[in-house]
């Protein structure tokens, strides 16, 4: 595994113990585990698959204020992910990509995705 993504999947470790030290409403806990679901069965991933659903607030021009970034592994090195503008909370089953683009949201090893 490249070393970005060994950091990569620290941070998202970390970030996962953090969110999870915190209390989180059953509501917003309710939403995250639907989202993973739907991500699951709409990709085919194997129930060991990582995947990662957070909510993130954004501060750049043209931003929606509250986005989730959904991240996945399909293996040890191949990260997908891509962001839906709105809320956990708010997000549908339509609001997923289609399957058929699962090679196309792999994300590129030094890409960014702070414009989005």
């Not at 915190?22 to 585990?33: F, G, T, Y």
């Not at 069965?41 to 995947?51: M, V």
């Not at 809320?87 to 792999?106: F, G, H, Q, R, T």
């Amino acid at each position: 595994m490249p070393a970005s993504h060994r950091r990569l999947r620290t941070k998202v470790m970390a970030l996962g113990r953090m969110r999870s030290s915190k209390k989180q409403r059953p509501d917003q806990a309710a939403a995250v585990d639907r989202v993973k679901l739907w991500t699951r069965e709409r990709f085919r991933l194997p129930g060991d698959a990582a995947i990662l659903v957070s909510e993130v607030a954004c501060g750049l021009p043209g931003c929606p204020p509250i986005e989730t970034v959904i991240a996945l592994w399909t293996d040890s090195e191949t990260r997908h992910h891509f962001k839906v503008f709105k809320p956990i909370a708010e997000v549908v089953e339509d609001d997923l990509p289609p399957s058929w683009m699962k090679n196309a949201l792999i994300a590129e090893e030094g890409a960014s995705l702070e414009c989005c």
